[in-house]
Nanobody, 116 residues
Framework: QAQLVESGGGLVQAGGSLRLTCAAS????????MGWYRQAPGKERELVAT???????DYADSVKGRFTISRDVARNIVYLQMDSLKPEDTGVYYC??????????WGQGTQVTVSS
């Protein structure tokens, strides 16, 4: 059973930056996709960015040009560099890891709050 641990959330002013980190409990897991989702109060969870094992990356339109996802495949760590943050980026950010079979795991979430 994989465990994902997120870190790096916090409170930042609009225009600032944060870097989120998600580490899996073992480097032995052969995940296909790792990525980040977020959930704002009263809203559904939405995709922020994902990266596949072979390197393909996908971003939500709302974060393109501001957020960068990267991954250490050997260590099963995924990062999310968030720049030019906006108040609408506020929410709980969840790490996700998924096998080729579709089996997936979620982290516990880390709060990101952007003040105006």
């Amino acid at each position: 059973q994989a465990q994902l641990v997120e870190s790096g959330g916090g409170l930042v002013q609009a225009g600032g930056s944060l870097r989120l980190t998600c580490a899996a409990s073992s480097s032995a897991f052969n995940f296909n996709t790792m990525g980040w989702y977020r959930q704002a109060p009263g809203k559904e969870r939405e995709l922020v960015a994902t990266t596949m094992r072979r390197g393909t990356k996908d971003y939500a339109d709302s974060v393109k040009g501001r957020f960068t996802i990267s991954r250490d495949v050997a260590r099963n760590i995924v990062y999310l560099q968030m720049d030019s943050l906006k108040p609408e980026d506020t929410g709980v950010y969840y790490c996700n890891a998924r096998y080729y079979t579709g089996v997936e795991y979620w982290g516990q979430g880390t709060q990101v709050t952007v003040s105006s």
